[in-house]
């Protein structure tokens, strides 16, 4: 590539926000090349071969509850570019230490028959959001509305979201079924249970199992980051891997302003392009180094993306 190359937007990682920030950009007609450091796509969406031969591992996330309710990812026709979505009956099984298992299946009913003397309270905490879930997640899906857009079913979700897991757990529920259930899911927020708002992350893969399911990639993880970059090249974007990014190379220049920011974020359709430049301003302060990335933090772009109106770039 030669010095005079030019692009609307760079952006360092090829992780599933990276790629999603690249697309997004594409698909406004904007010219976007996106630097990996490792030897393929996607961040923690990889899949490797790391045990036998022919056994392929998700060596970072492998199911994915909240994807078939993004908004993003049903604007995007994936499905052309290799991506198949498995769903089984059964989202989830937590094993319990008497070597039975709690079951969450698809239905709320069937779920709660198999909890015992806590069955009702499970319906009377879940029936409610799962019926709530397509105006939950519309809220909560993206870059928050000012007011909600739904702010009453977002209130019924909050008031226990904002809970720690296990005090959520103990009012809730009585028997080791249902709190067990619970505490599984709620892990996943990688937080003490005892933590405000650890509760959240429970609800929500708890309403997800109900209301869309629990899918995995068909060949694993890896295929949902490989069909991003595959509609990513068709829209024109570019994509290296293999070179890490420790700093700007001497004599190429890669500033950020908070205008060019603007310019970005009202191509995708950015509805506050002033409070778009404040962020970006504070990000863009000069570094002897990139040790991470340069970031223009935007609630219009769904990750951190470095941003400028022209941008040159060359590479080593």
Request: positive net charge; charged residues 15%.
């Amino acid at each position: 590539m030669s010095r005079s190359d030019i692009y609307d937007a760079i952006i360092i990682g090829a992780g599933p926000n990276g790629l999603a920030a690249a697309v997004t950009l594409a698909r406004a007609g904007r010219s976007v090349r996106v630097i990996e450091a490792a030897a393929t796509v996607g961040g923690g969406t990889r899949t490797a071969l790391l045990t036998l031969p022919g056994f392929r591992h998700d060596v970072c996330s492998a199911v994915h509850p909240l994807a078939l309710s993004s908004r993003f990812f049903r604007d995007l026709p994936l499905d052309r570019c290799g991506l198949r979505w498995i769903e089984p009956s059964l989202p989830l099984a937590h094993p319990l230490d008497d070597g039975t298992a709690v079951l969450l299946e698809r239905s709320v009913g069937a779920t709660a028959a198999g909890l015992g003397r806590d069955a009702a309270a499970y319906h009377r905490l879940m029936g409610p959001l799962v019926k709530r879930w397509a105006a939950v997640t519309e809220d909560l899906l993206g870059p928050p509305p000012l007011p909600p857009r739904h702010p009453l079913a977002l209130i019924r979700f909050g008031v226990a979201a904002l809970l720690p897991a296990s005090l959520l757990a103990r009012l809730w529920f009585r028997g080791e079924r249902a709190r067990a259930l619970f505490a599984g899911m709620a892990a996943h927020a990688i937080l003490p249970l005892e933590r405000p708002g650890s509760a959240a992350f429970g609800l929500i893969l708890a309403m997800a199992g109900h209301a869309v399911g629990w899918p995995v990639a068909q060949g694993g993880s890896q295929a949902i980051a490989d069909a991003l970059a595959a509609y990513l090249r068709d829209l024109g974007g570019e994509i290296v891997t293999g070179q890490p990014v420790t700093a700007f190379p001497p004599g190429r220049s890669c500033s950020m302003s908070a205008r060019s920011t603007c310019s970005a974020s009202r191509a995708i359709g950015y509805p506050q392009p002033t409070d778009a430049c404040w962020r970006a301003t504070a990000m863009a302060r000069p570094r002897s180094s990139l040790t991470g990335r340069w970031m223009a933090r935007s609630r219009g772009l769904p990750m951190r993306v470095a941003v400028r109106a022209r941008c040159t770039w060359a590479a080593r």
